[in-house]
């Protein structure tokens, strides 16, 4: 069966970093579009990042420069590197597969079929 179990968030002061991993099984990662999302506080989900199949990459404008999304496909699993993290990147943050990235837009929620149960980032000093 399809899983997604993303790891790494945590609390972090402004200025800092944090690496999210997403571990997927199930299914044959090399095939697949993956996008990251997050949902803050009282606030929709929104896309963050994704990457395609073919290594195609595109990013929402507020985290552009400062999020890298990569993949490993030999050990299934989906990376976002997060720098200069600001106290409004604090949310949880979910990964998801069997979607679509366009390279030229943040991925779309409605896009992608599978889900992770998300990893809590709190930026804060």
């Known amino acids: 069966q399809v899983q997604l179990v993303e790891s790494g968030g945590g609390l972090v002061q402004p200025g800092g970093s944090l690496r999210l991993s997403c571990a997927t099984s199930?299914?044959?990662?090399?095939?697949?579009?993956v996008g990251w999302f997050r949902q803050a506080p009282g606030k929709e989900r929104e896309g963050v990042a994704c990457?395609?199949?073919?290594?195609?990459?595109s990013y929402a404008d507020s985290v552009k420069g400062r999020f890298t999304i990569s993949r490993d496909n030999t050990d299934s699993t989906v990376y976002l590197q997060m720098n200069s993290l600001k106290p409004e990147d604090t949310a949880i943050y979910y990964c998801?597969?069997?979607?679509?990235?366009?390279?030229?837009?943040?991925?779309?929620?409605?896009?992608?079929?599978?889900w992770g149960q998300g990893t809590q980032v709190t930026v804060s000093s």
């Open positions: 998801a597969a069997d979607g679509y990235c366009s390279g030229s837009r943040a991925p779309q929620i409605s896009e992608y079929d599978y």
């Open positions: 990457i395609s199949s073919g290594v195609t990459t």
């Open positions: 199930g299914f044959a990662l090399d095939y697949y579009d």
